[in-house]
C-alpha cells in the first residue's frame, strides 16, 4: 500500500472475501437511489447541484411501480437519482459507486443543502433476492461518510 499527502493512493483487495468482480447469481434486482425530500422545488436543487435527477415530484405522489421512500416530505417535493437505469450490475457496490459518484462532483452544495430547513437527504438500496444480502467494502462507506450522508437498505424475497 502506498501513501500519498491525501491518504492511501492505492489500497490491496487480497484480504477481502468478497472479489470485485462479484456477480451474485441470487440477486434478481438491485436498485440505490439518492433522494432529497424537501420544500425546495426539483428546479432549484438541480440549479443549485447542476446534477439531473432521473425522478422529481412537486406533487406528494410517488411514480407508480417504485417503492415508497421512508421518509416524506411535507410539501411533496422530491429530487432523486437511481441507478436502477443505468447499472446492470447485481453488484450492490456497483450501484453505490454510480450514485456516489454522481453525488461527489456537487459535494460542497450537497453539504450546503443539508443545513436546509426541512430538508431530508438518504441513500437507500432495494435488493431483491431469493437467497442472501450484500456486501460494502469500505470504499463505498468512505463515500458516504464523506457525503454525510445515511444510508438504509431495503431486501426483498423473491420467489422463481
Not at 425546495?40 to 415508497?68: Q, V, W
Not at 456537487?106 to 431483491?128: G, P, R
Not at 442472501?132 to 467494502?137: I, N, P, Y
Amino acid at each position: 500500500m502506498r501513501e500519498s499527502k491525501t491518504g492511501v493512493d492505492a489500497l490491496k483487495y487480497d484480504h477481502h472475501i468478497t472479489n470485485q468482480s462479484f456477480e451474485d447469481s441470487d440477486v434478481e434486482r438491485i436498485s440505490v437511489c439518492f433522494r432529497i425530500s424537501s420544500n425546495l422545488t426539483p428546479n432549484i436543487i438541480t440549479e443549485l447541484t447542476g446534477l439531473m435527477p432521473d425522478f422529481s415530484s412537486i406533487s406528494p405522489r410517488y411514480p407508480k411501480g417504485l417503492a415508497k421512500p421512508r421518509v416524506h416530505s411535507e410539501t411533496g417535493f422530491y429530487w432523486e437519482l437511481d441507478s436502477e437505469f443505468h447499472c446492470s450490475s447485481k453488484d450492490i457496490r456497483r450501484h453505490l459507486d454510480y450514485v456516489c459518484d454522481k453525488l461527489l462532483k456537487a459535494k460542497e452544495k450537497l453539504i450546503e443543502l443539508q443545513s436546509t430547513t426541512n430538508l431530508k437527504m438518504f441513500v437507500s438500496a432495494n435488493i431483491w433476492t431469493a437467497n442472501g444480502g450484500f456486501v460494502l467494502w469500505p470504499e463505498q462507506m468512505r463515500k458516504l461518510a464523506e457525503l454525510n450522508i445515511e444510508f438504509g437498505v431495503l431486501i426483498s424475497n423473491y420467489c422463481e
